[in-house]
């Protein structure tokens, strides 16, 4: 697996929508996705689970922050490269393949 996409979220599920809508549509296709739901209460896990099944879902209890959130992403993420992304960015054609490009034509980038 090429790259993994953590996400992180709560209360967003128009907005994470639009987000992964995009990752999906985009020219990469070896890409892993991890969302992480800080106790939404808008049936965000819901919406995840049935229009993007091949989403690994974790649904926290309570909020735990952005930054445990994506270290629970990062643990399990089994990409070469993991990309942070907020919620409420849609990703345009092209970036994705473009900074995958960079990485490996520049390894002593971190």
């Not at 907005?15 to 969302?35: A, G, P, T």
């Not at 994506?70 to 990409?79: E, F, T, V």
């Not at 942070?84 to 980038?109: A, C, H, Q």
């Amino acid at each position: 697996m090429k790259l993994s996409v953590s996400l992180v979220t709560m209360n967003q599920k128009e907005k994470l929508r639009d987000c992964l809508k995009s990752l999906f549509n985009s020219e990469v296709k070896d890409i892993e996705v991890i969302v992480v739901d800080n106790n939404s209460r808008d049936g965000t896990s819901e919406m995840v689970k049935k229009e993007f099944g091949e989403v690994r879902l974790i649904t926290n209890l309570r909020n735990l922050g952005f930054s445990k959130a994506h270290n629970q992403a990062i643990k399990i993420s089994r990409g070469e490269y993991v990309l942070v992304l907020n919620d409420d960015i849609v990703v345009k054609r092209g970036v994705l393949s473009s900074m995958l490009s960079f990485l490996e034509n520049n390894p002593n980038v971190g």
